[in-house]
């Protein structure tokens, strides 16, 4: 039996391989600048800590490199 949710995903599915690579990469940008905006406002901070607090984010867990620390802060 399928549930709602599974029939979301199968629609969203579709939506996504209907748009071309152009429009999946517009989109994959706005969604990310979204995002941003939405951590500047939760957080108080400005676009450039936002960037920075993302990056850290993904470098944590990983090895340490000393140019991205030097990138990144």
């Given at each position: 039996m399928r549930s709602v949710a599974d029939d979301l995903k199968?629609?969203?599915r579709q939506a996504m391989a209907?748009?071309?690579?152009e429009e999946r990469i517009t989109l994959a940008l706005a969604l990310g600048d979204a995002d941003l905006d939405a951590l500047q406002r939760a957080r108080?901070?400005?676009r450039a800590e936002?960037?920075?607090v993302v990056e850290r984010q993904?470098?944590?867990g990983r090895h340490p490199s000393a140019?991205?620390?030097a990138v990144i802060g």
């Open positions: 199968h629609a969203d209907r748009l071309s690579i108080g901070i400005d936002a960037v920075r993904r470098q944590s140019c991205m620390r």
